[in-house]
């Protein structure tokens, strides 16, 4: 039986196929002829993204706590200090928006604000070296944590993203 060269170049096409393509590839014969195809290919492990978990964390002004929860169960609870006085921390609910690990203030005398989690014009979830006055208002607005506290959500927040975390500041 005499073969075209029409006939010989689908099955060396179906190979370049089969060698390159970018998913799994199939070769079958039809009517004496091989037909490759080409299926989108299964996430592997190695190539898939790791599992972001949700992060909640639920400031309540009233009694100057913060509770943090991953995936819905409590893993923190925080005493924290909100704004004092006409520095009124408000009240809602926020994605982090960007985080910055060494930040200083620009409004406040270049004050330290270590591990902050910003979430609304210019409002942070942010370290403090004013400890004894944590339990009690005390900021700017801010919600202010014992460092070692703010670097522990800080780290929460990066690893499983800022469209994963919500910040609920409530009265």
Same mark, same amino acid.
């Given at each position: 039986m005499k073969r075209s060269w029409r006939r010989l170049l689908v099955p060396a096409v179906a190979t370049v196929f089969f060698v390159s393509g970018a998913g799994i590839a199939s070769a079958e014969v039809l009517d004496g002829t091989q037909v490759a195809s080409l299926a989108e290919a299964p996430a592997t492990e190695a190539a898939s993204e790791p599992t972001r978990k949700r992060v909640v964390a639920r400031v309540d002004l009233s009694d100057q706590t913060m509770h943090v929860y991953v995936d819905e169960r409590l893993e923190h609870v925080f005493t924290i200090s909100s704004g004092r006085g006409s520095y009124r921390t408000p009240t809602g609910r926020w994605?982090?928006?960007?985080?910055? *690990?060494?930040?200083?203030?620009?409004?406040? &005398?270049?004050? *330290?604000? *270590?591990?902050?989690?910003?979430?609304y014009r210019g409002y942070a979830v942010h370290g403090t070296t004013d400890l004894k006055r944590l339990?009690? *208002?005390?900021?700017?607005?801010?919600?202010?944590?014992?460092?070692?506290n703010a670097?522990?959500?800080?780290?929460?927040?990066?690893? &499983?993203?800022?469209?994963?975390?919500?910040?609920?500041?409530?009265r």
């Open positions: 994605n982090a928006e960007w985080l910055s *690990p060494r930040h200083r203030s620009r409004k406040y &005398n270049n004050a *330290p604000m *270590p591990w902050s989690v910003f979430y339990g009690q *208002p005390a900021s700017h607005g801010c919600i202010r944590l014992h460092p070692d670097e522990l959500f800080y780290k929460l927040v990066k690893s &499983n993203g800022k469209q994963n975390t919500l910040i609920s500041v409530v």
